[in-house]
């Protein structure tokens, strides 16, 4: 192999090594479980603004539709 070739062969092999050393420890710090349960949180809480929305919009139609028909 060239020089050239074989330095980066090195760099390439020890970012792989490196690269799984990182994932290995993430995965057994349990950071992954965490990140999925920090994600469903937020999501929960989106999902419940979103249900607080649509009941503030019924009870804002509703109220207008009964105002409508009263002005009548």
């Known amino acids: 192999m060239k020089p050239l070739t074989k330095y980066y062969t ?7 090594g490196m690269g799984g050393l990182m994932e290995l420890f993430l995965i057994k710090s349990n950071y992954y479980q ?3 349960a920090s994600e469903a949180k937020q999501r929960l809480k989106e999902l419940e ?3 607080e929305d649509a009941d503030r ?3 804002i139609i509703a109220a207008n ?6 002005a009548n």
Not at 10 to 16: E, K, N, R, S, T
């Open 57 to 59: 919009l019924k009870r």
């Open 65 to 70: 539709g009964t105002n409508a028909s009263t």
């Open 10 to 16: 090195q760099v390439f092999g020890m970012g792989l």
């Open 34 to 36: 965490m990140l999925a």
């Open 49 to 51: 603004q979103e249900r």
